[in-house]
């Protein structure tokens, strides 16, 4: 048999080795860049630095409108800035759609500036301040000072009250005037109560005065009242301009009744107590020693509301009379006010509680004339109760709730 008609067996490509059947230009051969790979087509340039080419072609015309952006020739002279301020708003713009380029997704549509019209701008431009234009604007009114409106809110008030003043004063002489009145009390007992037309008007002062106001225009009755003197009525006249002098009370003191046994002070008479006291001041020696005085000032009884120091009103007159005989002391002596409670408390309060009733009483005979030389103070709390008081009664309290006179100096 003959192999004439048995193809060889070819070995394998060796594509490695494999060479295009083109002819390269002889700057490339050797070198297997696919990408320069030309195909008889002349050689294409080095990949372009965009960021500073300039092309070197002549831009196509492409009619009208003319190019805006002003395409640059190499040599020419930049362009000078567009001013968009002076752009009308007629300018013949194509029909172009702008919304897309070779570069990027779509834009949108491409919208030259257009200068608006006045009226227009106006709208735009008259935009509400942000925060920190507002507090400087704030700040710059600060510092003119107060508004004008202020000045102006001030000025109107002020006028409302002054018409209001004005015609309060013309109704208090129209009106007022015409049909009330004020007049006085003086001379009356320290603490005794007013009244007039038996109506509660006050409380005399520790000089025995008080003032009356708002009286009804006509005759009016008025009364003293204390429960150790007896005053006469009086009467006073006045209104339409006319104002009285002042009423001088006539006011005995109240002799001992007599049921009124001084030797046995029961709880709660402080009245009797103050007549007897009275009686005692009265009926003392010509010339009397400090020692008969201290008796007769121990026997009145000072009714001081609970826990308070305050001397009432109603016991100023009796404390007023007593004054009178202390400053006829010879000089050189000195009284002591002491204070005493019962023992009800704790002692500190009790100690606290008589010192202040003790200076309460030395301030009100001071207030009547004493030299406060005179006098000195002492609070004993609940130490040193009344001989045969006792604290376990009420009676005994009552004795032990006191303010007792000595001699401190002769």
Known sequence: ?????????????????????????EADAGHADWDK?????????????????????????TGSPPD???????????????????TEANVNVP???????????????????????????AKYQNLPPTPAEQAAKDEEEKKKGIPGWVWVAAGLAGMFFFMILVLAVAGYF????????????????????????????????????????????????????????????????????????????????????????????????????????????????DPFTADDLVRALNILIINFDSGKSEVPAIRFAALQKGAGFIKELPPGIVLEVGGHTDN?????SNQTLSDARAAAVKNVLVKFGVAENILQTRGYGASKPKAGADNATEQGRFYNRRIEYSVVRK
């Open 344 to 348: 009800v408390g704790s002692d500190a």
């Open 174 to 285: 129209l009106f007022m005037r015409g049909s009330s009145f004020e007049a006085s009390v003086k001379g009356a007992p320290p603490g005794s109560n007013v009244l007039v037309d038996d109506v509660p008007w006050g409380v005399t002062s520790e000089d025995g005065s008080i003032k009356l106001a708002n009286l009804k225009a006509g005759r009016r009755n008025v009364k003293i009242s204390h429960p150790n003197f007896t005053c006469e009525p009086r009467e006073v006249s006045g209104g339409n301009g006319v104002t009285p002098e002042a009423i001088i009370a006539r006011c005995q003191a109240v002799a001992v009744k007599p049921t009124d046994d001084c030797g046995n002070i029961q709880l709660g008479e402080f009245d009797k107590a103050e007549r007897c006291y009275n009686a005692a001041l009265d009926a003392l020696p």
């Open 1 to 25: 048999m003959s192999d004439s008609n048995k193809v060889p067996e070819l070995p394998p490509d060796d594509f490695s080795k494999t060479t295009p059947n083109i002819k390269l230009p």
């Open 68 to 86: 805006y952006g002003k395409t640059m020739y190499p040599g020419a002279q930049k362009p000078k800035a567009a001013d968009w301020g002076m």
């Open 95 to 121: 029909n172009a759609d702008f919304a897309s380029d070779d570069f990027g997704p779509p834009n949108d549509k491409t919208t030259p500036y257009f200068k608006l019209p006045e009226a227009e701008r």
């Open 37 to 61: 790979t030309n195909y008889n087509f002349p050689r294409q340039p080095a990949p372009d630095d965009w960021g500073k080419t300039i092309t070197n072609i002549k831009p196509i015309d």
